[in-house]
């Protein structure tokens, strides 16, 4: 177990795991910078994957399959704007029915078009190609892992970058925090909040198209009905540790990852009786990160809002010049 764990192969295997968790961090983080708890991350990776899948078998194409994933990723998006922002609705709510129906809604057109239910194996999709870069890729161990992976890595790494750039060094990004912290102050300095909604929610929607093809066109060449398992919340909980941050929440997709990984390895380990057991442990270990996370930031909060002690004389003379006394 241990060579497992410090072999090539688990490391590959780790950035194959965190991928779609990253991607789903980046639509859980661009939501939450303009105010919107999205747990509809899950459903619109879901739908991206099978009509990824379906669309790159029959066009054999990848690149068009991996557009129409992009596509049904930003619409799921949209539905969720337009009924959260312009009908009214609770926006948790009405990301638990679009869930809900992702669900029912995969399975319909997997049978409409294949006359099956469980997968599209029978119709396998065309794999976005992995890009070899010449001698770096034959580095050992580090080759293939930073030089030798699939062409959506490297559109994840350019995410993070454009990403934090966009956050902190753009006017939009402006825009977008500042409806997120405070819409009525946003409206009277003339920034329209339903329109900066819209443009993360499209962006939300493009990450969600990234992370649903990269499960059925990457890590696998065909759909399966619940392939996303989970990872869309696992995202919105390591954007949750991550604070916003985009470097952050792609740290902690990686750790998820390595969990995600170490779990799928130990089932190969121990034996077929835990498999199951073992398939609860990146759940398990994402509601522990989250209660200690918790913890760490009440205790912060309360070390911030505690009274500074005065200890002598050069610190009653601080305060005093702080409070203008």
Known sequence: ??????????????????????????????SNKVGLLNINIEGSMSVAAVTGALVSHYTASW??????????????????????????????????ALNTFATGFCVFLLYSVLGVKGDSSGAPSVQIPS????????????????????????????????????????????????????????????IDPDRQRMKALILCGIFCGLGGAYLSMAGLSYFSAGMVGGRGFI?????????????????????????????????????????????????????????????????????ADKPKIIRSEEDSNEKGMATGT
Not at 80 to 88: I, Q, S
Request: net charge neutral; glycine share 8%; hydrophobic share 60%.
């Open 1 to 30: 177990m241990l060579e497992y764990l410090f072999s090539e192969a688990f490391l590959l295997s780790c950035v194959t795991a965190a991928l779609p968790i990253l991607f789903a961090g980046f639509a859980a983080l661009i």
């Open 63 to 96: 690149a068009v399959g991996l557009l129409a994933a992009l596509a049904a990723g930003v619409v799921m998006s949209l539905i969720l704007f337009a009924a959260a922002r312009r009908l009214g609705t609770d926006s948790v709510l009405t990301g638990i």
């Open 131 to 190: 890009l070899f870069i010449p001698w770096l890729s034959e580095i050992p161990v580090l080759g293939k892992l930073l030089f030798g992976q699939n062409l959506l890595f490297y559109v994840a790494i350019a995410c993070l970058v454009l990403l934090t750039l966009l956050l902190n060094r753009t006017r939009t990004g402006a825009y977008l925090r500042a409806t997120g912290y405070h819409e009525e102050a946003a409206r009277s300095v003339g």
């Open 235 to 303: 995202g919105v909980a390591a954007e949750a540790m991550g604070a916003g941050i985009p470097w952050l929440t792609a740290l902690f997709s990686f750790l998820f990852g390595v969990v995600d990984s170490f779990a799928l390895g130990s089932q190969a380990v121990l034996g077929a009786e835990y498999y199951e057991l073992l398939n609860t442990l990146p759940y398990v270990m994402t509601l522990l990160a989250l209660i200690a996370y918790a913890a760490i930031d009440r205790a912060r909060k309360a070390g």
